[in-house]
């Protein structure tokens, strides 16, 4: 049987290093499943942090109704790289510069500020521990102690929810943490019912921030969008910056700006690397 997905063009890029791929969908009627999430990451040259699918926008004056995909298959409510990459590739197609994404977790916007650079409203943080969600009760979202202990991590972390639930580690020197050690342990200790993106992060100064991340569902990636808005607000909160700063994360930098009308504005670099077709051959494989 020929899978809806079989010979559809697929976008790979990076968003400040994240690396992305986008399928668009509208019109085909086909929801990817985890498994065919899996495969398309399994494929040679295809291996991505997030898949972001496009599918028919469900109100008026939408663009598109996306959803993301983890490297495991699993679902994201938010993607602040993948939803830039996204902005790209429908400009490309003609949708215009400033576009209207629906997700999950809500609709957000998006701008075209240069060839290739784009900002994205991510939203509110959502900040109650419900919303993280926490399975502590009652916790200060922004002193959530660890507990039990994972050897190794701070003590105490802040919890944003960005549409996706990130918990916030303020650290001497991200660059020193061993993330492929503490990434696991936290993204599914007990605190997290629906497990977490894990963020380590240094103020250098009140506008510029240091940051390194290991994502739910993926593992270490060269940058988090979602996470460096989660790591400004959480340092906003803290004292320790001002409400915009430059977020430096291994593969580039992102600008976060959270906005008087408790908005945060993320804006951003993309990259294309190269569009492709998808080999209907990859789907035929057992999973293994
Ligand atoms: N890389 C994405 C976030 C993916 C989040 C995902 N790992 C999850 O919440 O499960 C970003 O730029 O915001």
């Known amino acids: 049987m020929t899978s809806p997905l079989s010979d559809r063009p697929i976008h790979r890029m990076n968003g ?3 690396e992305i791929l986008v399928l668009d969908l509208r019109g085909a009627s086909h929801e990817v499943t985890a498994a065919e999430a899996r495969a398309i990451a399994r494929a040679s040259g295809l291996r991505f942090d997030q898949l972001m699918t496009l599918h028919e926008p469900r109100a008026a004056g ?3 109704f996306m959803r993301i995909y983890n490297n495991d298959g699993s679902r994201s409510g938010a993607c602040g790289n993948g939803t830039r990459c996204v902005a790209f590739v429908l400009g490309e197609k003609g949708e215009g510069d400033a576009l209207l994404l629906e997700t999950d977790a809500g609709p957000i916007r998006s701008w075209r500020r240069g060839e290739t650079l784009f900002s994205v409203d991510m939203g509110a943080p959502r900040l109650d521990w419900r919303a993280i969600p926490l ?4 916790a200060d979202t922004a002193r959530v102690a660890l507990a039990p202990a994972v050897i190794g991590a701070p003590e105490f972390f802040s919890a944003v929810n960005m549409g996706n639930p990130h918990a916030v580690f303020f ?3 991200p660059a020193a943490i061993a993330l492929e050690a503490l990434g696991p342990p936290i993204e599914t200790h007990p605190l997290f019912p ?7 992060a240094s103020v250098l ?3 510029e921030i240091a940051l390194r991340v290991w994502e739910r569902g993926t593992g270490v990636t060269k940058a988090c969008g979602s996470a460096a808005c989660a790591t400004l607000v959480a340092a906003s909160r803290a004292g320790l910056s001002g409400r915009e700063a430059r977020v430096r994360l291994p593969g580039g930098d992102l600008d976060i700006d959270w906005g ?5 504005m993320m804006t951003g670099p993309v990259e294309l690397e190269f569009v492709t077709r998808l080999d209907p051959r990859i789907f035929s494989e057992q999973e293994r």
């Open 16 to 18: 400040a290093g994240n």
């Open 62 to 64: 939408a663009n598109a």
């Open 135 to 138: 399975a502590g009760e009652g």
């Open 171 to 173: 650290v001497e020197d």
């Open 194 to 200: 629906e497990r977490v993106n894990v963020s380590f």
């Open 205 to 207: 100064a009140p506008g």
């Open 260 to 264: 008087a009308d408790d908005h945060v």
